[in-house]
């Protein structure tokens, strides 16, 4: 029988007999005695509760249940039916609220794997056949429709395609994607029908990789649940001395039975699990993938982060920073002839350039007669108009800089820029800055980490000292360490890992190993590097820095919300139990007390499935965190 359905079937059997004793006792009338149908009530959980515990003792594993099974045997030994059926009844009750506490917990992560893909629309020289997703295999031109799930990661074909990401990457309002961007599956079509070219099978997919981690984050125990385990040990022996007290003090076993009541269940082993669950369900909600509960506590204890500069603080690419027009000319007039002229390119800035252009919604026109000199630029006709693009020496020669142009000049001089010279008519029109664009969200992101406590931030990077000091100083690192190789990176990240727990955040292959040696290793996973987000444990889905600081402050608050269940339900429960070994509590009441005190922890352990932001967390700080 599934154990869902014995523990609601042991819970309603215990009410019914409450129910059904007391309609006796009341009445008088019946073939069995109150007691009777009690105890009968009863042992179905007793049995079962001993069933469990023994199979736990088995793989070695002893729990506080057995208090549980301590106090009801008690109940039924001294006589008292009805305190043994109510904690029969707040046992299994309890049981079932924790299901229903981790259903909800980690239903947001079950729907990430129901919804996985299951076919693609493959197309051939007959028409298009459907087909099952792994069967697609690399170069496949797929069609998409309507509301469709992307059925692996692919690159867009047609002209363009309006894509929700919210389950991929958290971001709520839907991306318009342009010919030749790489889509990644798992997202939906919000658009028309459009054809994509499959650039990996289904097994290699991001949405596959994300069922991988979501099965890691539902299996995976935090150490501070295990830790929790370890401590409800403690809580058996230390139950039982305090009963044994009573008892012999007050020579009234009665007493006993009423401090082993309220100690059962602990809200140790009820807060601790819900709370984890319900974190790593609120960040795989924001696009922040945690491999369990591990990942998520070790975050949580973060003091030192450490940030490769290329594609995480960074852009990652050659973004077009600025553009000089000479006076009388339009931006967007220049930026068209250039875009126009660059589709006849292999450069690496072509399809930048290109993309950008189309994105401003401008008007391609085809060029004729080119001529590419290579590392230089080239030169063509676009519209009729002669027109070349490239490099200062390619455009002006040995001509002077005009007036107009000079500002710019000086403001780059030393920086680690490509710049682009458009000439038409034979006069200079426009010129083109490109280079390595610091992250919107960059300074606000590193802000966010110092006010949650982060003290030290440092950029580590294989570039070159020049480039990268001057990233430190728009963002005021606290160290800077360049001209790094994979193997310093990973003694880097070593050495700040023995002084404090350190955090590595970033996004190309060879990242990976200093990301595996960290406390805790996030990888920027939106552009699908997979070597890093294998090595990562937690991956940020959206390709931007944000999420880093928002997965600490969800970490940092889950902990936050555990540790508060923890600390005073076992307030409460310890309360209780030495009011009851004074005698001012009896069984019964006990064990509706302490059925109270478990809803209470649990109900606030669900707290971490949400958003938090209108709490005042400071003032509730415990633990350091």
């Known amino acids: 029988m599934n154990e869902l359905v014995l523990r609601r079937a042991l819970l309603t059997t215990a009410i019914l007999g409450l129910v059904l004793g007391l309609g006796v006792w009341r009445s008088g009338i019946g073939p069995l005695s109150p007691d009777t149908i009690w105890t009968a009530a009863t042992l179905p959980v007793v049995v079962t509760l001993v069933i469990s515990i023994l199979r736990d003792f088995w793989i070695g594993r002893i729990g506080v249940d057995a208090i549980a099974l301590v106090s009801m045997s008690a109940a039924l030994l001294l006589g008292q039916a009805l305190a043994a059926v109510v904690v029969a009844i707040m046992y299994a009750g309890g049981t079932v609220l924790e299901d229903l506490a981790r259903g909800r917990a980690e239903r947001n992560l079950r729907a990430l794997t129901d919804r996985a893909p299951r076919v693609a629309h493959r197309k051939s020289g007959s028409g298009t056949e459907t087909i099952p997703v792994s069967q697609v295999t690399v170069g496949d031109e797929l069609?998409?429709?309507?509301?469709?799930?992307?059925?692996?990661?692919?690159?867009?074909?047609?002209?363009?395609?309006?894509?929700?990401?919210?389950?991929?990457?958290?971001?709520?309002?839907?991306?318009?994607?342009?010919?030749?961007?790489?889509?990644?599956?798992?997202?939906?079509?919000?658009?028309?029908?459009?054809?994509?070219?499959?650039?990996?099978?289904?097994?290699?997919?991001?949405?596959?990789?994300?069922?991988?981690?979501?099965?890691?984050?539902?299996?995976?125990?935090?150490?501070?649940?295990?830790?929790?385990?370890?401590?409800?040990?403690?809580?058996?022996?230390?139950?039982?001395?305090?009963?044994?007290?009573?008892?012999?003090?007050?020579?009234?076993?009665?007493?006993?039975?009423?401090?082993?009541?309220?100690?059962?269940?602990?809200?140790?082993?009820?807060?601790?699990?819900?709370?984890?669950?319900?974190?790593?369900?609120?960040?795989a909600r924001a696009g922040i993938l945690m491999k369990g509960g591990m990942a998520l506590e070790a975050l949580a204890g973060i003091r030192t982060a450490i940030f490769d500069k290329t594609g995480t603080l960074t852009l990652g690419g050659a973004e077009l920073i600025e553009i000089d027009v000479a006076p009388g000319q339009e931006v967007d007039e220049s930026l068209r002839l250039l875009a126009s002229l660059e589709q006849a390119s292999h450069h690496v800035l072509a399809d930048s350039i290109v993309r950008i252009a189309r994105h401003r919604n401008l008007a391609l026109s085809q060029p004729h007669d080119i001529r590419e000199y290579r590392g230089e630029g080239l030169r063509g006709e676009v519209d009729g108009v002669s027109v070349?693009?490239?490099?200062?020496?390619?455009?002006?020669?040995?001509?002077?800089?005009?007036?107009?142009?000079?500002?710019g000049e000086a403001r780059h001089r030393n920086a680690q820029l490509l710049r682009v010279f458009l000439a038409f008519g034979g006069r200079l029109a426009a010129i083109f800055t490109f280079g390595d664009q610091i992250r919107n969200d960059a300074r606000d992101t590193l802000g966010a980490l110092r006010s949650a406590g982060v003290s030290r931030i440092v950029m580590l990077t294989g570039d070159d000292g020049t480039a990268a000091q001057r990233v430190s100083d728009l963002l005021g690192l606290d160290a800077v360490i360049a001209d790094a190789i994979p193997a310093a990176k990973v003694e880097t990240v070593k050495a700040e890992k023995a002084t404090a727990p350190t955090m590595m955040v970033g996004d190309g292959i060879n990242d990976a190993p200093a990301l595996a040696a960290a406390?805790?290793?996030?990888?920027?996973?939106?552009?699908?590097?997979?070597?890093?987000?294998?090595?990562?444990?937690?991956?940020?889905?959206?390709?931007?820095?944000?999420?880093?600081?928002?997965?600490?402050?969800i970490a940092r608050r889950t902990r936050r919300i555990a540790l508060q269940s923890i600390i005073v339900g076992l307030s409460l429960s310890g309360a209780a139990?030495?009011?009851?070994?004074?005698?001012?509590?009896?069984?019964?009441?006990?064990?509706?007390?302490?059925?109270?005190?478990?809803?209470?922890?649990?109900?606030?352990?669900l707290r971490a499935l949400g958003d938090g932001r209108f709490e005042h967390d400071r003032d509730w700080r415990i633990g350091g965190s």
């Open 143 to 283: 069609l998409v429709r309507a509301g469709e799930l992307l059925p692996v990661d692919g690159i867009l074909i047609d002209a363009s395609a309006l894509l929700d990401e919210s389950t991929v990457t958290g971001e709520p309002l839907p991306e318009r994607r342009s010919t030749g961007d790489a889509l990644r599956s798992g997202t939906v079509n919000a658009g028309e029908a459009f054809v994509m070219r499959a650039s990996a099978i289904a097994d290699e997919s991001t949405y596959t990789a994300i069922v991988r981690m979501v099965a890691a984050a539902q299996t995976a125990k935090a150490p501070f649940i295990r830790m929790a385990d370890r401590f409800a040990l403690l809580l058996l022996p230390l139950t039982l001395l305090v009963a044994g007290t009573a008892w012999y003090l007050s020579g009234d076993p009665v007493r006993a039975l009423a401090v082993l009541v309220v100690a059962t269940p602990c809200p140790l082993i009820l807060a601790a699990p819900v709370a984890f669950i319900g974190g790593v369900s609120r960040a």
């Open 388 to 407: 070349a693009a490239g490099s200062r020496s390619l455009v002006l020669g040995d001509r002077p800089l005009p007036h107009w142009a000079e500002g």
């Open 519 to 553: 406390t805790v290793g996030i990888a920027m996973g939106a552009r699908g590097g997979t070597a890093s987000s294998e090595a990562a444990d937690v991956v940020v889905l959206t390709d931007r820095l944000r999420p880093v600081a928002e997965a600490l402050r």
């Open 577 to 605: 139990m030495i009011s009851a070994a004074m005698g001012h509590i009896t069984p019964v009441a006990g064990a509706l007390l302490q059925e109270g005190i478990d809803v209470a922890v649990i109900l606030n352990a």
